[in-house]
């Protein structure tokens, strides 16, 4: 019996990506039979530039124009979003502080999230944190879709890769990603140890039967031993093979209210090419 995703919820923002972002989530919910919620958040201007206030009057009502703009062409995509086939979506806005507490807060009642990957070089880049998507991720404790900023048009899921590790990061995106692996034409599994070979089948439980279980085949690769520039091998592997999902886990730790990520999640969330679903 398949798995399906019953909520999903998709974060927008002020970034040119969000409208994209609203496609893909749609197409997704459509595809899970899930009911949709669009999240509108972001950090007010008059906290991302903190001096505004003391400008003046006229400087702070200027910011909140540009703020309102941004919002009602967001708000304007999601109607007519909302035209096309497929579920119907909810829309709420958001002014809570922080920014990503407030995704948290709302991403404990979905199944999945659908986040987009930062792009320093947008021009409403800051309203939302650098490192948004992975807080969100470990503080929700939820799995996302994150899609990269370059845009994605293509379905997402009929080509899947898992990046696998013998790690509980690993096994929670395995589990997260169900839905979508049990109706993917192929799966791929990439792995890659400190080991000539990785545990992928023998004998107890393994991964490969742990995909037949729930009625999941796939082809495993194995790329030799692990290397510092791993996250690079894995996004050349993956366009190689074609994929238009990867699955991985997120692997990160607090420090100074911050959150640390390891070199292959780091590198993911900053190169990324194809949409990528994580779980921390």
């Known amino acids: 019996m398949k798995t399906s995703l019953r909520q999903i919820l998709v974060h927008l923002d002020a970034t040119a990506p969000a409208v994209p972002r609203l496609t893909a989530a749609r197409r997704i919910a459509q595809q899970q039979g899930a009911s949709l919620a669009a999240l509108y958040a972001v950090t007010p201007m008059l906290v991302q530039l903190p001096y505004a206030p003391e400008a003046g009057p006229t400087v702070a009502a200027a910011l909140l124009a540009i703020e309102e703009e941004r919002r009602t062409r967001v708000l304007k995509a999601f109607d007519a979003?909302?035209?096309?086939?497929?579920?119907?979506?909810?829309?709420?806005?958001?002014?809570?502080?922080?920014?990503?507490?407030?995704?948290?807060?709302?991403?404990?009642?979905?199944?999945?999230?659908?986040?987009?990957?930062?792009?320093?070089?947008d021009a409403a880049a800051h309203c939302v944190p650098p490192d948004f998507v992975e807080s969100v991720v470990i503080a929700s404790g939820r799995p996302a879709v994150v899609l990269p900023s370059i845009g994605w048009t293509r379905p997402i899921g009929e080509n899947i890769a898992i990046a696998w590790k013998e790690t509980p990061e690993s096994a929670r995106a395995l589990q997260a990603a169900m839905p979508f692996l049990q109706r993917a034409g192929r799966v791929h599994v990439l792995s890659w140890s400190e080991e000539e070979a990785p545990r992928l089948g023998g004998k107890g439980l393994d991964l490969q039967g742990y995909l037949r279980v729930h009625g999941v085949e796939a082809v495993f690769h194995h790329g030799g031993k692990a290397r510092e520039e791993l996250g690079e091998i894995l996004l050349s592997r993956v366009f190689d093979l074609g994929c238009d999902l990867l699955v991985m886990g997120c692997y990160g730790h607090g420090r100074a209210r911050e959150w640390v990520l390891g070199g292959v999640s780091r590198t993911l969330l900053s190169s990324m090419t194809l949409p990528v679903l994580m779980a921390h």
């Open 81 to 121: 979003e909302m035209t096309l086939p497929g579920p119907m979506a909810t829309w709420t806005q958001t002014d809570d502080l922080p920014t990503v507490g407030a995704v948290a807060q709302q991403a404990f009642y979905a199944d999945l999230l659908v986040l987009g990957q930062h792009d320093p070089a």
